[in-house]
């Protein structure tokens, strides 16, 4: 079976042993630029330039559901090698990948600095290839949701990327009229990001229980800190029987040195420097008498 999209809004499939057509998809409203089959060949994937994403049952020949989280040019769309995903590349310069059978969003990349124009699924599922106009051919892992390589090969825009059947090798091209043949290495990547992943997860646990026992050694310390700028208190009542008849209650008095109380001086009364010379005299009796 072939499958085309055109910018007369129509997606339709050909019987290529018989060369008869088949059948045709109506629903975009602009030109479909890029038109798949699922594994199965039960549903199809478009992307226009109506900025949506639609999903097909090629038995009903209707459209199951539309995405439309892009916000420009849909140039590129692909199911993932167990059918249950579709991812597509926009002119927004993002790669989006849907659950079908939620029909939600589940992965978001901010993919490049231009327009995404290809993407593909490497055989296993776990890793994706992208090229855009910024010249660029990125390889993403999708289990851990980011960016792994990123190749500088093409003179311009990278317009095109696939993976080969048995993912050890994937092909670029460019607007500058070359074709690049690269040689993949998955495999090598998955156990060298599997052992780094086993190391960091180590780390990981490590340091959640350095954090663990220093938080419990801050929490014992805080219960016997005492702040330097704390004051002491001391409260007092007032008893009812006083005979002031006052009832007070004196909450929180701050205990002051001796050097705060200043009791009236009988020699407040003498000219200053009098009263001085006084003080002075029996401060000196006083000692004299200890």
Same mark, same amino acid.
């Not at 699924?121 to 949701?145: A, C, E, Q, R, T």
């Not at 390589?149 to 317009?159: D, Q, R, V």
């Given at each position: ?189 998955? =156990?060298?990001? !599997? @052992?780094?992943?086993? #190391?960091?997860? $180590?780390? /990981?646990?490590?340091?959640? *229980?350095?954090?663990?026992? &220093?938080?419990?050694?801050? =929490?014992?310390? !805080? @219960?016997?800190?005492? #702040?330097?700028? $704390?004051? /002491?208190?001391?409260?007092? *009542?007032?008893?009812?029987? &006083?005979?002031?008849?006052? =009832?007070?209650?004196? @909450? ?39």
């Amino acid at each position: 079976m072939l499958l085309t999209g055109s910018d007369d809004k129509i997606i339709k499939i050909v019987n290529v042993d018989s060369k008869k057509f088949v059948t045709s998809l109506t629903g975009h409203t602009n030109w479909v630029k890029s038109a798949r089959f699922s594994p199965d060949a039960r549903l199809i994937c478009s992307g226009s330039d109506d900025n949506t994403v639609k999903f097909w049952d090629v038995g009903q020949r209707q459209t199951v559901h539309t995405f439309i989280d892009h916000s420009s040019n849909v140039n590129c769309v692909r199911f993932h090698p167990d059918g249950t995903c579709i991812a597509s590349g926009s002119d927004d310069k993002k790669i989006k990948i849907w659950d079908i059978r939620s029909k939600r969003l589940i992965q978001h990349y901010d993919a490049h600095s231009a327009s995404v124009n290809s993407i593909s699924f490497h055989p296993n599922g776990n890793y994706m290839l992208s090229s855009g106009n910024d010249g660029l051919v990125k390889i993403w892992d999708l289990k851990l949701g980011q960016i792994i390589y990123t190749l500088h090969g093409h003179e311009g825009p990278a317009i095109g990327c696939n993976f080969s059947n048995c993912g050890d090798f994937f092909a670029t091209g460019g607007a500058d009229s070359i074709v690049m043949v690269w040689q993949s290495n998955i495999n090598y990547m998955s =156990e060298e990001f !599997e @052992k780094l992943n086993k #190391s960091e997860i $180590s780390n /990981l646990k490590s340091n959640k *229980k350095t954090l663990i026992k &220093d938080s419990k050694l801050n =929490e014992n310390n !805080e @219960k016997f800190k005492v #702040s330097s700028n $704390s004051k /002491l208190t001391k409260k007092y *009542k007032v008893s009812k029987n &006083d005979n002031s008849n006052n =009832e007070l209650l004196l @909450k929180s008095t701050q205990l002051k040195q001796d050097n705060d109380f200043k009791e009236e001086s009988p020699f407040n009364k003498l000219p200053g420097e009098l009263a001085t010379t006084f003080e002075k005299m029996i401060s000196q009796m006083d000692l004299i008498s200890k």
